[in-house]
Every structure is written in C-alpha cells, then in structure tokens.
C-alpha cells in the first residue's frame, strides 16, 4: 500500500527556501530577487521627488490656557517661528515658543466680559503685531438714547505684548444699514452700562480668512461672498477684488489665503479644486491645477503655505486608503491535496490560478493581494460627503453605536492606513513634488490625528483630536523605516494521533487489524506590505506548508502484511507584486501589476515491512516540484484589462514528478519507475466593459 500526500501550497522563512532549493531553483529565486531589486530601484528614480516626513515634536492638550487648548483652533506662525494659536472655544489667544513652550496669551487674565466672541483665523506681520478674524458690536454713530449697535466680522490688531491697537472691518458700520425689512435686533448693554439695541444682519458672524504683506496691509477673505479686502494700516479700504464663479479671477468656497515675499496674494479655491494667484492689485495672474487626484491636481485645496524659498506647499482633502479587511491567508487543514489537472477544467481564468492550490483556499490570494482600492476610495469619498452633509451626530444613542462598529471593524481589520499628501510648486506654479504621510487607523495613537497646518519652514502640524495635542514633523527624503511596513505573519501547528481497530467476523476478542496513525503540520505565512508613495505599492508574501505521517499497519493473523508507512513534505511559495495606480481619479481609476512567483514542492514516502525475518518488501518514492510565473495585468483603459502571464510549471498535470524505487521480499531492487512532466505557458487575457 502506498500513499501520496499532496500538501497545499502555502508560507515559510527564505532559509527554508534555500535549504530546499536545487542550485537551479535557487538560480531562478535570486532573479526573482534581483527583478525586485531593480524594479525598486526604478521605482526609487521614478519617485525622486517624493518626499516623507519625520517626527519632530508634540505640545498641546486639552486646557484652558498655558498652553492647552479646546477643540476649534486656528494656527499661525511669525518671522521667528514662534507659533500663535487662536482658541474659539476658550475664546483667547496663545502665543508658545518655536518648540511649544508658553509664552503669553491674550487677554492676560480672564474676564466675565471676554474680548473675543468667536475668535478664528489668526496671522501675525513683520513687527510682531497680532492679526485675529473675530466678530463683535460697534456703534453706529448719531444713533443715541438707545445707542444702537451693528454686529459684523472683524479683524483685531494686537502688539507683540497684547495690547489691543485697532479692530478693522469689512463691512460699512459707521452708518445704520438701509433695508426693507426689520434686522434681528437684542438689547444689549453698551460701555457704559447703558442697554442698548445690537442688531445682527444676515451673515453678521461669517468667516474672515486673513493675512498680512510685507507692508503691513491686512488682506481679509470674506469666504461666503467670495471678496478679498485690501485694508491699509489705518483701517481704510485700499482695494477688493474676486467674486463668486468659476471663471478667470472667481472662486468659489475659498479655504485660505496666503501672501507671498512679492506680496502676490493665493488663494485655496476649494470649489473649483484650484489655487489663484493675484498680484497685490488684484490682478489675476494665473490658476494652479485641476480635479483629480494626480500630480498638479487637486481634491478641495485646503492649506496654503508660502515656504522661505519661495516654493509654494498645498494640502488638499485627497485620502488613499489602504486596507486590508479579512486574513489574506487561509491556512487549509490536512495533509491531503490535488494536482493542477482537476482545477484547468473548472476555471475560464488566467493560468495563475490553476497553479497547484490556489483554488482550494477560495478566492485566489494573488488577487486578494491586488485587490483594487477603488472601492475603498469612493467609500472614502462618500464618506466624507456624507459627514459633511449631516454634520455630527448629537444623538449619544447614535454615538454609541458608531463606535461599536468601529471597533468591530478595527477587530475584522489587519491593516488600514490612510496616506495624505501635500504637493510642491514653484512661484510660477510648475509641479517640483509632493509629501506624503500615512495615519494608521489601527493605532491607538495615531488614528485620530488630522491635518492642521504647515509653517514657512515646511514643518508639518498634526493635531490629535482625541488628546488636542499637536505633533510636530520636519519633511525628510522617502526611505523605508521598518514602522512603514505592514507585516502580517500566522503560524499553526497541528498534530493528530489516530488508531483504527478491527476484529473480524469471528468469535475471539483479540483484533485482526490495527492501524496506528501519527500526523503533524505546520502552516506559516508572512506577508509584507509597503506603500511606497500613495500610487506605488510593494507586496512580499512568502508561505508554507510542512506535514509528515507515521503509519504503523499490522495485521496479526499475517505478520508478512504488516507495514509501516511514512511520508513527508513540504510546499514553499515566494510572491512579489509591484502595483502602480496609472490614474487614482475614482472614476477612471486604472492600475498597473507586475508580479512574479516562485514555487517549491518536494514529498518523500516509504513503506517498510515491520517483520522483516518474514518479508523484506519496501518502496521509496522522492517527488518535487517548481514553478516560475512572471505576468503583468494592466488598465491600458478605465474599461479595458489586458494581462499576459508566463509560467514554467515542472510538474503541471500532477501534484510533482516522482522517481519510486520497489523491493521485493528479499529486499532486492526490481523496479524503478519515474514520472515527469512539465509545461512552459503564455497566456493572456483581454477584458473590455461596455
């Protein structure tokens, strides 16, 4: 009796490997290496001007001044890098130190009539004076006995010490509004603790975005009517330009404005996923970028900053998600397997999945692993959308709920990164690159972080919005750090000790038959993972399968048939996939694999006779097998595939080639017998959707 096993193909550690590998094999395993060494290499030229970002420091938390702060802030910085952040939550300003330090804040103390309604955005000039977007009352004038106030967007103007100089507005309060129909209106009490009436036109309390030029004139952003004010120091309007559209000149829902050293004014125009540039009489010069989500284009420009070499840094809404929700390897029990022949019947697909046992983990891993992330990123999309149409949630009920499924999706979950970039360009608006950072949402430090800002260094803002703490981040050249890789490994060992007694049709107790059978496996896997930028991506995987069986057969009423049986083997797969998105655009998403992978077999049974003084009968039998498969699978449209595959399979219609040895009952050799076969494929594949 004898008995083939056929193992899965599954994980091991390269020593493994080499150990197993004929000195061919091992050829074949180091070109394998050195294609992935050179593709890397490439990849590496390829993206000579992608950059990292590399931790700085952290400062901040939750507080109510000395340097802690509640949720909505704004934050800027001066000439000499001390940082000012403005804190509507604790209506206040802070000023800290280049590395975080406190240093004052304004107003000095806090009063039961606070300075700031709402205070927002905040920048500071050459001098060191103090810029806030805030809202507030202030007299119309010939209006006594009640006074009457008009509440409006304001800018106030601080000294580097704190001491209010003047508060400019936008819109014309020195002289009572004419309209048609009633303001809301609520009595208040004036300076001199007289009531008074306040009244609030329509878009009293809307947003101011500002910033400052050499000269020290103020430019104030009115996002909901799309106008930039230019203000001398003195408060008066020295120009305005802008207005709601798409065209040359217009924006629409503007997120920043920033002044350059040639005091050209840029402005994020968020709904048309573009940034302006004026010069500083408002000149329209010319429009920076696109939708999309490739180099020079964006997705809601958010962030502005103008770095101390001139070069221009944007932060847009773009996320690329990288997830992986299930287990990429199923680890089949058993010691028992099936060749290729039975699965080129059953599938219509490319070869790679015919190869050994692919199928018998369901959906084929070499697909698993270059799942698309197109899915996930109109998941991302619609998410967002979905935020901001509903807002937060007020409902605890809802809250709670939430967060149970968070939690079970982080436990359903092995990986789940989302990488965020920000673009580089010249004054003159030419693509110089890009950074980018990744925010592991599995970390339990790291998941809730969020953009906040850049200053004119270049260093990166992080704000945990959990803890309010602010990391620090100075931009560095790509490399591989360990902590960027995802790796996921599984080991499961498993033995089986199985006995099998028979007794025969006879009126004795004592058993004809015993069959005493030992098994053990162990299945490994090892997946590493590494997105080198948020289009390239880097796949390893390395798997195996190791089994063997002692069988001890006896038969009592005719020792001569007693037997005992062994067999052990082993099955190691090597993978690397290269994966490059050629248009990361949601709806006309294409990518681009090339992949390659190298399989090893080997299987060694024997079967001996236990009582050799009555038969000295026994067979050998050594099987191997190899494969080597190169391919590549690419979007050449949005709608039309073309993969092309090569394999070299040694075996291919059975589980490996054997070589068996038979002895007769002398223990003499008499037959050897081998079976070989082997098929080198090329096979490709066209998909076009209509």
């Given at each position: 009796m004898q008995r083939?096993?056929?193992?899965?193909?599954?994980?091991?550690?390269?020593?493994?490997?080499?150990?197993?590998?004929?000195?061919?094999?091992?050829?074949?395993?180091?070109?394998?290496?050195?294609?992935?060494?050179?593709?890397?290499a490439c990849v590496t030229q390829f993206s000579a001007a992608l950059e990292s970002i590399q931790f700085d420091t952290t400062f901040g938390g939750k507080g109510s001044g000395g340097g802690g702060f509640g949720k909505n802030i704004h934050i800027n910085f001066d000439a000499a890098n001390n940082i000012y952040i403005s804190d509507a939550d604790n209506k206040m300003v802070q000023k800290l130190s280049p590395d975080g330090q406190f240093i004052m804040q304004i107003p000095?103390?806090?009063?039961?009539?606070?300075?700031?309604?709402?205070?927002?955005?905040?920048?500071?000039?050459?001098?060191?004076?103090?810029?806030?977007?805030?809202?507030?009352?202030?007299?119309?004038?010939?209006?006594?006995?009640?006074?009457?106030y008009i509440f409006a967007p304001c800018v106030y103007k601080f000294s580097p010490q704190g001491e209010l100089i003047k508060t400019f507005f936008v819109d014309k309060v020195d002289v009572y509004p004419k309209t048609k129909t009633a303001f809301p209106a609520k009595v208040i009490i004036d300076e001199n603790g007289q009531p008074g009436f306040g009244i609030q036109p329509k878009g009293y309390d809307r947003p101011l975005l500002i910033d400052v030029d050499s000269k020290n004139n103020l430019y104030a952003l009115d996002v909901k009517n799309a106008v930039v004010f230019k203000l001398a120091e003195d408060g008066s309007e020295v120009l305005h330009f802008g207005q709601y559209g798409a065209g040359a000149g217009e924006f629409d829902d503007p997120s920043d404005i920033e002044i350059d050293y040639q005091d050209n004014i840029l402005i994020a125009d968020r709904g048309n996923n573009r940034v302006l540039k004026f010069n500083s009489e408002g000149q329209f010069q010319f429009a920076l970028g696109k939708k999309g989500r490739g180099n020079a284009e964006f997705v809601k420009p958010s962030h502005l900053t103008v770095m101390r070499n001139g070069e221009i840094l944007v932060k847009d809404s773009s996320q690329f998600v990288r997830a992986l929700h299930q287990h990429p390897f199923y680890v089949a029990g058993g010691l028992s397997g099936e060749g290729n022949a039975s699965y080129r019947t059953s599938s219509s697909r490319l070869a790679r999945n015919l190869i050994f046992n692919q199928a018998q983990v369901g959906q084929s891993e070499l697909e698993q692993l270059r799942e698309r992330v197109r899915l996930l990123e109109e998941a991302e999309y619609y998410r967002y959308y979905y935020e901001k149409e509903n807002g937060d949630k007020d409902d605890e009920k809802e809250k709670e709920e939430d967060e149970?499924?968070?939690?079970?999706?982080?436990?359903?979950?092995?990986?789940?990164?989302?990488?965020?970039?920000?673009?580089?360009?010249?004054?003159?608006?030419?693509?110089?690159?890009?950074?980018i950072y990744k925010i592991d949402k599995q970390s339990e430090e790291d998941h809730d972080l969020s953009f906040l800002a850049i200053d004119r260094l270049g260093r990166i803002y992080l704000r945990d919005d959990s803890e309010l703490t602010i990391r620090?981040?100075?931009?560095?050249?790509?490399?591989?750090?360990?902590?960027?890789?995802?790796?996921?490994?599984?080991?499961?060992?498993?033995?089986?000790d199985n006995n099998f007694i028979e007794d025969y049709e006879d009126i004795d107790t004592k058993p004809n038959l015993k069959d005493e059978e030992g098994m053990f496996n162990i299945s490994q896997s090892l997946l590493l993972n590494y997105d080198l930028s948020e289009r390239w991506n880097l796949t390893f995987r390395d798997t195996l399968l190791y089994g063997n069986r002692d069988n001890r057969y006896f038969v009592a009423p005719k020792q001569e048939d007693s037997y005992n049986y062994g067999d052990e083997g082993i099955d190691?797969?090597?993978?690397t996939n290269l994966k490059f998105v050629t248009n990361p655009n949601v709806y006309k998403y294409k990518e681009l694999n090339l992949y390659s992978q190298l399989f090893y077999g080997t299987t060694d049974l024997h079967s001996d006779a236990i009582f050799t003084d009555l038969n000295r009968q026994k067979s050998e039998h050594e099987g191997n097998s190899r494969a080597l498969i190169f391919g590549i699978d690419w979007d050449i449209l949005t709608k039309a595939n073309l993969s092309v595959e090569y394999l070299d399979l040694n075996p291919n219609y059975t589980s490996r080639n054997f070589t068996r040895e038979y002895y007769d009952v002398s223990g003499d050799l008499y037959e050897v017998y081998r079976s070989q076969n082997r098929a080198r494929i090329l096979a490709g594949e066209l998909n076009i959707k209509f």
């Amino acid at each position: 009796m004898q008995r083939e096993v056929r193992f899965p193909s599954q994980i091991s550690s390269t020593s493994t490997i080499m150990h197993n590998l004929s000195a061919r094999n091992i050829r074949n395993f180091l070109c394998i290496l050195s294609c992935a060494a050179l593709i890397f290499a490439c990849v590496t030229q390829f993206s000579a001007a992608l950059e990292s970002i590399q931790f700085d420091t952290t400062f901040g938390g939750k507080g109510s001044g000395g340097g802690g702060f509640g949720k909505n802030i704004h934050i800027n910085f001066d000439a000499a890098n001390n940082i000012y952040i403005s804190d509507a939550d604790n209506k206040m300003v802070q000023k800290l130190s280049p590395d975080g330090q406190f240093i004052m804040q304004i107003p000095k103390e806090k009063s039961l009539e606070p300075l700031f309604d709402k205070p927002g955005d905040i920048c500071v000039d050459s001098d060191g004076n103090i810029y806030v977007a805030d809202v507030t009352a202030t007299h119309i004038k010939n209006t006594e006995n009640p006074k009457i106030y008009i509440f409006a967007p304001c800018v106030y103007k601080f000294s580097p010490q704190g001491e209010l100089i003047k508060t400019f507005f936008v819109d014309k309060v020195d002289v009572y509004p004419k309209t048609k129909t009633a303001f809301p209106a609520k009595v208040i009490i004036d300076e001199n603790g007289q009531p008074g009436f306040g009244i609030q036109p329509k878009g009293y309390d809307r947003p101011l975005l500002i910033d400052v030029d050499s000269k020290n004139n103020l430019y104030a952003l009115d996002v909901k009517n799309a106008v930039v004010f230019k203000l001398a120091e003195d408060g008066s309007e020295v120009l305005h330009f802008g207005q709601y559209g798409a065209g040359a000149g217009e924006f629409d829902d503007p997120s920043d404005i920033e002044i350059d050293y040639q005091d050209n004014i840029l402005i994020a125009d968020r709904g048309n996923n573009r940034v302006l540039k004026f010069n500083s009489e408002g000149q329209f010069q010319f429009a920076l970028g696109k939708k999309g989500r490739g180099n020079a284009e964006f997705v809601k420009p958010s962030h502005l900053t103008v770095m101390r070499n001139g070069e221009i840094l944007v932060k847009d809404s773009s996320q690329f998600v990288r997830a992986l929700h299930q287990h990429p390897f199923y680890v089949a029990g058993g010691l028992s397997g099936e060749g290729n022949a039975s699965y080129r019947t059953s599938s219509s697909r490319l070869a790679r999945n015919l190869i050994f046992n692919q199928a018998q983990v369901g959906q084929s891993e070499l697909e698993q692993l270059r799942e698309r992330v197109r899915l996930l990123e109109e998941a991302e999309y619609y998410r967002y959308y979905y935020e901001k149409e509903n807002g937060d949630k007020d409902d605890e009920k809802e809250k709670e709920e939430d967060e149970e499924k968070k939690a079970y999706l982080i436990k359903k979950t092995i990986y789940h990164n989302v990488i965020e970039r920000i673009q580089r360009f010249s004054g003159n608006g030419s693509y110089r690159g890009r950074v980018i950072y990744k925010i592991d949402k599995q970390s339990e430090e790291d998941h809730d972080l969020s953009f906040l800002a850049i200053d004119r260094l270049g260093r990166i803002y992080l704000r945990d919005d959990s803890e309010l703490t602010i990391r620090r981040y100075t931009i560095s050249d790509i490399i591989i750090a360990p902590a960027e890789i995802d790796a996921v490994y599984t080991a499961r060992p498993e033995y089986a000790d199985n006995n099998f007694i028979e007794d025969y049709e006879d009126i004795d107790t004592k058993p004809n038959l015993k069959d005493e059978e030992g098994m053990f496996n162990i299945s490994q896997s090892l997946l590493l993972n590494y997105d080198l930028s948020e289009r390239w991506n880097l796949t390893f995987r390395d798997t195996l399968l190791y089994g063997n069986r002692d069988n001890r057969y006896f038969v009592a009423p005719k020792q001569e048939d007693s037997y005992n049986y062994g067999d052990e083997g082993i099955d190691n797969t090597f993978h690397t996939n290269l994966k490059f998105v050629t248009n990361p655009n949601v709806y006309k998403y294409k990518e681009l694999n090339l992949y390659s992978q190298l399989f090893y077999g080997t299987t060694d049974l024997h079967s001996d006779a236990i009582f050799t003084d009555l038969n000295r009968q026994k067979s050998e039998h050594e099987g191997n097998s190899r494969a080597l498969i190169f391919g590549i699978d690419w979007d050449i449209l949005t709608k039309a595939n073309l993969s092309v595959e090569y394999l070299d399979l040694n075996p291919n219609y059975t589980s490996r080639n054997f070589t068996r040895e038979y002895y007769d009952v002398s223990g003499d050799l008499y037959e050897v017998y081998r079976s070989q076969n082997r098929a080198r494929i090329l096979a490709g594949e066209l998909n076009i959707k209509f």
